[in-house]
C-alpha cells in the first residue's frame, strides 16, 4: 500500500475560520428544503442581495399583469410598463401617494394578492434578519501555532486562546481531539479519533488568556510520535470551544484546527501576561501568536515520548 501523502493546510477538516471543508458528493440536493438555515448562515452581503433580487422580481411580475390589463389603472400612462412596475412597489410597500388607483376587477384582485405577498414577505424578511443579526457568536482568538514543549518535566502540547470581545463567558468548555489515518487489521484504510486529555479543559470564567496543555504521557496518543509521524498519518488537531455569554445569556461555541505545519516541537509560547504599575493586569495581544525556541538542554529533557 502506497504511503499516504503529507498532512497540509489544503486537506484539512476545518479551516481558520472553523468551518468544515470537506466537499459532498452523491446526496440528493433539494435546494429549498433548507433555506431558512441557508440564509441564517449566508453572508449579510449576499442575503441583502437576495431579498433584494426577490423583491424586484416579485415587483416586475405583479408589473406585468397591472401592465397587459389595459385600463386597469387610473393616472398610468397608456402602455408604460415603468408607471405599473412603480405602482407595484408602492402596493407591495403599502405606500398609496394617491396618484395611480386601480380602475379594473383584474388590477383589484391583483392589488389584494400583491397586498398580503407583501405583508407575508415583510414578515418573514424581519424575522430573518432579527435571527440573523441576534444570533450569539463566539470571538475566541486561537493561537496560530501549537508547541510541544516540556511542562512539569513532562512533554506537552500547548496552545492557548483568548476571547476577543470585552464580556465574559462563563463555563467555558474546550474538546480537543487527534485525527489521523491507520490501517485497519484487515488492511482498510481508516481516519480514527482520539480525544486528549486536557490539564484544565474548563475554565469557570474566560476573560483572559487560556492555555491549553495535553500531557504527552504513556497514555496520550502522542507518546512516542514525532513531526515525521504526524505528516505521514495526516493528522489533525480538532478543537472545539463551547460557553456562556453572560450578556446574552446564550450558549457560542468556536471551532479551530491544527495540522503537522502548525505544530512546532522544541519552541514555547512567548508571555503574554503582565502586571501595570499600578497593579492591574494586562494581555499583550502583539506577542498572542509568538514562540520562542527552548534552550538545546531543556528541547532534548522534552522529548515527546521519551
Request: aromatic letters at 12%.
Given at each position: ?9 489544503a486537506?484539512?477538516?476545518i ?25 441564517l448562515?449566508?453572508?449579510?452581503s ?8 426577490a423583491y ?28 405599473a412596475?412603480?405602482?407595484?412597489v408602492q402596493?407591495?410597500?403599502?405606500i398609496?401617494y394617491?396618484?395611480m ?5 383584474l ?12 405583508l ?6 424581519t ?13 475566541v ?29 462563563v ?10 489515518s491507520?490501517?485497519?487489521a ?8 482520539y ?24 497514555d496520550?496518543p502522542?507518546y512516542?510520535?514525532d513531526d ?15 460557553g456562556?455569554?453572560?450578556?446574552v ?17 522544541n519552541?514555547?509560547?512567548?508571555d ?20 520562542t525556541?527552548?534552550?538545546p538542554?531543556?528541547?532534548k ?6
Amino acid at each position: 500500500m502506497a504511503p499516504a501523502p503529507p498532512a497540509s493546510t489544503a486537506n484539512r477538516f476545518i479551516d481558520r475560520s472553523g468551518r468544515v471543508t470537506f466537499a459532498v458528493v452523491g446526496r440528493r440536493l433539494r435546494p429549498f428544503a433548507d433555506l431558512y438555515h441557508y440564509l441564517l448562515r449566508t453572508s449579510w452581503s449576499r442575503l441583502i442581495g437576495l431579498v433584494m433580487v426577490a423583491y424586484l422580481g416579485a415587483n416586475a411580475t405583479f408589473a406585468l399583469g397591472y401592465f397587459f390589463d389595459r385600463g386597469g389603472l387610473e393616472n398610468a400612462r397608456p402602455g408604460s410598463y415603468a408607471d405599473a412596475f412603480f405602482f407595484s412597489v408602492q402596493t407591495m410597500a403599502t405606500i398609496g401617494y394617491g396618484k395611480m388607483a386601480p380602475a379594473s376587477l383584474l388590477a383589484h384582485l391583483l392589488v389584494t394578492f400583491e397586498a398580503l405577498t407583501g405583508l407575508l414577505g415583510m414578515a418573514m424578511v424581519t424575522g430573518l434578519v432579527f435571527a440573523k443579526f441576534s444570533k450569539p457568536t463566539a470571538r475566541v482568538l486561537f493561537s496560530e501555532r501549537a508547541v510541544v514543549c516540556p511542562h512539569e518535566g513532562v512533554p506537552s502540547l500547548m496552545f492557548r486562546l483568548a476571547n476577543e470581545r470585552a464580556n465574559q463567558i462563563v463555563e467555558a468548555n474546550l474538546v480537543v481531539a487527534l485525527a489521523r489515518s491507520e490501517t485497519t487489521a484487515e488492511g482498510h484504510p481508516f481516519r480514527k479519533f482520539y480525544d486528549l486529555k486536557l490539564v484544565r479543559p474548563r475554565s469557570p470564567i474566560f476573560a483572559l488568556t487560556w492555555t491549553i496543555i495535553h500531557p504527552i504521557a504513556p497514555d496520550s496518543p502522542l507518546y512516542g510520535w514525532d513531526d515525521a509521524r504526524l505528516r505521514g498519518a495526516q493528522s489533525e488537531l480538532i478543537c472545539s470551544f463551547t460557553g456562556l455569554d453572560e450578556t446574552v445569556a446564550q450558549t457560542v461555541h468556536a471551532r479551530h484546527s491544527y495540522v503537522p505545519d502548525e505544530i512546532l516541537w522544541n519552541m514555547r509560547l512567548r508571555d503574554v501576561l503582565g502586571i501595570r504599575e499600578d497593579g492591574r493586569r494586562f494581555i499583550d495581544y502583539t506577542k498572542f501568536h509568538d514562540v520562542t525556541p527552548l534552550v538545546p538542554e531543556v528541547a532534548k529533557e522534552g522529548t515527546a515520548g521519551a
